[in-house]
DNA sequence: GGTTGACTTCGAGCGCGCTCGAAGGAGCAT
DNA sequence: ATGCTCCTTCGAGCGCGCTCGAAGTCAACC
């Protein structure tokens, strides 16, 4: 019942030493040990993690997720406000996605212009 | 017929230190200089900041840059080259975007299930 | 002539997000 | 018992992309 931090690191595609560092700031709860004081994870923390890597690969700084972590541990009294970060988070992930839309248009013409011989 | 550093850090949103490290490292070409030795900028220096700065906001690296800048000031019989490397990064572009829209699926599924208090 | 202010070069420093290595402990195989 | 492997903590280091500050030059204005 659990598995060990190699593994999550296999599932997780974050290496084990950033799995330590992640516990270390705080971004995850500290994980259960075995007898040997060896981390043991589960399927909640797995799931936690995956929401995690989403959060980055999206973007979002270390600081806020740090943030949305405490709340979390903090329990359902802090919901409205995980609520609102996430909103934000999701608006900005929009703009970014707006942006690098417009920016892939102008990288298409330019090629374009490669293509037609009209490049400087 | 040209303008300062302080008047091109404006229009580009590049500060004047910036623009004094692109040139350093050769991501501009060394920029014309008034009697005086400053920089003067021209409308040409202009148009390649503005496209530097679309390749850095859709995430090239520097190093990527130069090498683009590089083959750029190495004439035209680069421009196979050149084109090859813009199409390698319109296709990370592409993916970019379609992982941040899978990515923004995922965060609008959190935030309704905290619209409808069925989140852990 | 003196002050102001924008410019110059150069090298050091910073913030972020890891990434790594040293030093040591526990469990298992031979 | 001797390795071997995987884990532990701790703190230092790194790569990227700037960012800043010191020290000096020069032109223009009062």
Do not use: N
Request: proline fraction near 3%; include cysteine.
């Amino acid at each position: 019942m659990g598995i060990t931090i190699q593994e999550a690191s296999r599932t997780s595609g974050l290496s084990a030493h950033t799995l330590r560092y992640y516990e270390r700031i705080g971004l995850i709860h500290p994980v259960d040990r075995s007898v040997s004081g060896h981390r043991v994870y589960t399927g909640p923390d797995l799931d936690w993690l995956v929401f995690l890597t989403r959060l980055r690969s999206t973007g979002m700084p270390i600081a806020d997720m740090c943030r949305y972590a405490e709340l979390r541990r903090q329990g359902p009294e802090t919901s409205a406000e995980r609520r609102r970060i996430l909103a934000a988070h999701r608006e900005r992930v929009r703009e970014r996605i707006a942006r690098l839309t417009e920016d892939l248009g102008v990288l298409d013409m330019k090629i374009e212009m490669y293509d037609t011989r009209e490049h400087t």
